[in-house]
């Protein structure tokens, strides 16, 4: 099945084999060096393909960073840096990302600001960073554990997706992928909600992650850098994140981010139905769904009043209100409500009831 | 005497009384949070005189670092973007830079990249940062002594250039920023190189500050990334930043940018002689005057092996080639010469022969 590249903002998305599509790409440019940005477990999964159909024809340089978000810091972009000026990148180097979110993250941010800037390309490799990180631009790496407090919104050349390499990836980190997923079906596209419902974990209908792309790229380019209508996209996120943060800092295995999104989007419906026209039905119908795929996770009372603070914090918010993006159905959303402290808190124990 | 604003891409150069200029941005334009960032000089020689004038008005938050080109690196950047998290900065409060090219260049740098990117403005406060730094968006640190290693292209909201700060630099950094102006003319206005032969250094004419900005405008705007034609202002710099970083390692009492600057333009008059169109009686009227603002500085000999090396690790030469701006004549240049090693060396010697 051939599907259509996306439009973005000056660069498209492709989607198919990855070292055909390289190859094409690269046979139009004229790159003096080329690197490779890969980590522990994408050097051993995704980049041993692409070597082999590009060996030879296309040399390249290879930098590899540990996996996981702890990696995702300016001492380790520090490294990405000084690697590019030791392999000798110039002003026409290219740097290829192939890996999850933490790659194409750091990397794009260290190409963005490498001698004021080199052209990128990002592969995603992981369901998330297929369907969220591939398209709007954002690049950031984490300072202090505190997430993307620095990047810049910069294009890559152009995002190869390719659903296979999802081959190797843990269930787990589809399931937590397919959250961006459902979460743009509630926000903008009925039908597409209904429509993951038969997704099928162990082989993604690559359809469902093209739609998810279209969905996130039509947003972002209306609204470049988040000053309104992108907002959509912290649907489930202002209650999620906290949650995660939460999580993160007390639990031994910590939730996932799609997994505490999942939580957010139970709780952010609640309010949705409270709040904004979601009806009952509705709200019966997300919560039904996202506790047929999601594992249950009681959220603990006694981290209320950090997950309070920390949505305080949150950079979404200004002025100290904390801002949400509500349903008014499935399929239709509104920026910019503001809710109490109480209603937050009772939305997360509506999640808790849900789940004993 | 009003001096009309300089229209660049998107913002505006604006010039007279800091105090004054800056309510005026400020009262049409709503920041959550205003910061300062400051060196040990600008604390104590710019930063009083416009507290005073904004006291009780505008509250804002001061971050002051050391002066000196050795603290424009990532550490100090990273301690910038922790202050502005820690004193509450979000994506709509504003820096404000003010101080010579290190803190325009790096408190721009961090400002671009905080939060993927929070409003700054300029206020240059050397001569040098009012007529090169001010304008063409360039942001950077250096990192691992590597100077600009990292940076971005990114436009301030308003330059601010107010000459009266010009009062408290020591005369060495006059000097040492007029070699720009001396290039300005040099590459594209030869009725402004004869003008500004008439400077008074304890008191420079406004007027020379805004030509030399309008100029170097021109040729930013005409290519933001460095492509081709903004190329020109490399003049001088190909041979003279060789020389700056040898002396910066080599001397107790190392040469200034500029002071290297006016060595490296009368090394590539010499070029411009040989290989492109400038004439004799040019070339001598030329060093002439260089000669006559500069002290004299004897290049070693045994310094020409590193300073080659150099020209070839620097940023701007592509494949190993070293590049050249030349003049065909005083007021007119062409980008993208290439000369030899011996040609180059010759050149220093050249300068070196005329200081005996
Ligand atoms: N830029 C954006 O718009 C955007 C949007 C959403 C999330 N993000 C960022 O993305 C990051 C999370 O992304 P992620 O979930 O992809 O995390 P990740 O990059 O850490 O990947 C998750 C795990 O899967 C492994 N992996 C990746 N591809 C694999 C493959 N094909 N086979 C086997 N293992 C594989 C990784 O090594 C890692 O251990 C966060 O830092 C988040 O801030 C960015
Ligand atoms: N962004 C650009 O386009 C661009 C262009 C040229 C140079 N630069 C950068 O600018 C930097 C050099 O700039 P610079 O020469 O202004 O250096 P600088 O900022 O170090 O200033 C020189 C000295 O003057 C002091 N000073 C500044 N203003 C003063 C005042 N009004 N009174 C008294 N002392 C004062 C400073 O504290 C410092 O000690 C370099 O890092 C260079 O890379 C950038
Ligand atoms: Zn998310
Ligand atoms: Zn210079």
């Given at each position: 099945?051939?599907?259509?590249?996306?439009?973005?903002?000056?660069?498209e998305v492709v989607f198919g084999d990855a070292s055909e599509l390289l190859i094409d790409f690269l046979q139009k440019r004229n790159y003096s060096k080329i690197f490779f940005l890969v980590d522990t477990n994408t050097s051993e999964h995704c980049y041993p393909g692409i070597a082999l159909n590009i060996a030879g024809d296309i040399p390249h340089d290879i930098i590899e960073i540990d996996n996981g978000e702890e990696?995702?810091?300016?001492?380790?972009?520090?490294?990405?840096?000084k690697m590019l000026l030791d392999f000798g990148a110039d002003r026409k180097s290219l740097v290829i990302?192939?890996?999850?979110?933490?790659?194409?993250?750091?990397g794009s941010f260290?190409?963005?600001t490498y001698k004021r800037g080199i052209d990128f390309l990002q592969i995603p490799t992981t369901l998330l960073s297929q369907v969220d990180a591939s398209v709007g631009g954002k690049t950031g790496i984490d300072v202090d554990a505190v997430k993307n407090m620095v990047g810049t919104f910069t294009n890559p050349q152009t995002?190869?997706?390719?659903?296979?390499?999802?081959?190797?990836?843990?269930k787990r980190e589809i399931i937590s992928g397919f959250a961006e997923i459902i979460k743009h079906g509630l926000i903008v596209?009925?039908?597409?909600?209904?429509?993951i419902k038969f997704i099928i974990f162990d082989d993604i209908d690559p359809l469902i992650i093209h739609r998810s792309v279209a969905i996130k790229n039509e947003v972002v380019t209306a609204d470049p850098h988040e000053k309104n209508i992108r907002k959509k996209l912290n649907y489930g996120h202002t209650i999620g994140h906290a949650i995660e943060s939460y999580s993160l800092q007390h639990d031994?295995?910590?939730?996932?981010?799609?997994e505490a999104i999942a939580i957010g989007m139970i709780a952010e419906s609640y309010l949705s139905h409270k709040f904004a026209d979601l009806q009952q039905e509705e709200l019966n119908e997300i919560c039904d769904f996202i506790l047929s795929v999601y594992p249950s996770y009681k959220v603990d009372e006694n981290s209320f009043d950090d997950?309070?603070?920390?949505?305080k914090n949150d950079k979404k918010n200004e002025d100290d209100k904390i801002n949400f993006t509500l349903l008014n159905s499935i399929g239709t959303s509104t920026i910019n409500y503001y809710c109490s402290e109480e209603e937050i808190l009772e939305s997360i124990k509506f999640y808790n009831n849900l789940i004993k």
């Open positions: 099945m051939n599907l259509q590249a996306i439009q973005s903002s000056g660069y990696n995702k810091n300016i001492d380790i972009c520090i490294g990405i840096w990302n192939l890996g999850g979110g933490v790659v194409t993250d750091m260290a190409a963005a995002v190869i997706i390719d659903p296979s390499f999802l081959l190797t990836l843990p596209d009925k039908e597409y909600f209904n429509a031994k295995n910590p939730l996932l981010h799609g997950l309070l603070a920390f949505m």
